[in-house]
């Protein structure tokens, strides 16, 4: 950003958490940053989810300080900037304009998403320009780990409360009794996932005897759970360290799996019901069409939610 230091620019390091709309999750949050004295600002972005924001030093290192050994996707990130960014901003280095566009290509080169940002605005070509430098300059270095990451079930539920979903998937089918199909979906979505991120969880779900696939497009990566006996298995693993999707978790689990085995999404009252209790566990999207109301307006025989 702009600045009125010697340089006319600075940077300042932010940490941003995004969360879904669930207030466990966010209590969660909020008891940690207090217990460890890391102030910050939280804000509802535009989809209803909260936004967290840490920006000063103090409070940005003691959280870095916190997280750094149990962090995979930010690994090189916050190495960076504890090791390399903060030491040269408190040295002064950082007011020489060589090492000032040195952080600059450095944060692109850890971020592919923001050198990818064609709306980001101060980029290294713009410090070149602005500044009449026609040397290379090059990012700063961090080494790889030669240990292959490996994650537990707790670090694997915490991955699956910020970027999974267990939901219902409906289909017109011509070719089954009802006219519609109903499956299940448990994955993972996110975009700019590391490879070494992906080693992991992929890695984790091989050592547990979990069937998946992976499915990419463009830097959006999905990891799905490919059938019921797996996704019986993944959900036992991490259910006790599940915060947003504990209550789903246990749903499927107990009631939709053995409803499934049961072929009992196969009758009109069967897929109503699974689809209800979901309904009361989920997030209601207003554009969702297949709802429980909907199959209880297309099959008058329907009743109300018959699973206890």
């Not at 952080?103 to 009449?132: C, D, G, H």
Request: charged letters at 25%.
């Amino acid at each position: 950003s702009k600045s009125n230091r010697e340089l006319g620019y600075r940077i300042n390091p932010t940490i941003i958490i995004h969360i879904n709309q669930n207030d466990e999750l966010y209590g969660f949050l909020d008891e940690f940053f207090v217990e460890n004295q890391i102030q910050f600002k939280v804000s509802s972005t535009d989809s209803g989810a909260r936004r967290i924001e840490i920006d000063t030093k103090n409070n940005v290192s003691r959280f870095l300080d916190l997280i750094k050994d149990h962090t995979i996707q930010h690994s090189f990130s916050c190495q960076f900037i504890q090791d390399h960014f903060f030491p040269t901003r408190e040295s002064g280095d950082i007011l020489e304009k060589q090492n000032f566009i040195k952080m600059v290509r450095s944060i692109e080169t850890l971020q592919p998403r923001r050198a990818s940002n064609e709306s980001v605005k101060y980029t290294t070509q713009y410090f070149y320009q602005e500044w009449n430098i026609d040397e290379t300059v090059t990012p700063v270095m961090i080494p790889s780990k030669k240990n292959k990451e490996k994650v537990d079930d707790d670090y694997v539920a915490g991955f699956f409360d910020g970027a999974g979903k267990i939901r219902p998937v409906i289909h017109k089918s011509e070719s089954t009794e009802l006219g519609y199909s109903i499956s299940l979906r448990v994955g993972i979505t996110r975009s700019w996932l590391r490879d070494r991120m992906i080693n992991a969880i992929t890695r984790y779900f091989k050592d547990r005897n979990v069937k998946y696939n992976t499915n990419e497009q463009g830097s959006r990566i999905s990891i799905h759970v490919t059938d019921h006996d797996s996704i019986r298995e993944f959900l036992n693993n991490i259910q006790t360290s599940l915060i947003s999707n504990f209550e789903i978790s246990m749903l499927t689990v107990d009631k939709i799996l053995p409803a499934f085995e049961d072929n009992y999404h196969k009758t009109k009252q069967g897929l109503h019901d699974i689809v209800s209790l979901y309904e009361i566990v989920m997030d209601q999207d207003p554009e969702r069409k297949y709802t429980s109301e909907y199959f209880k307006n297309q099959w008058n025989e329907v009743q109300s939610l018959t699973i206890n």
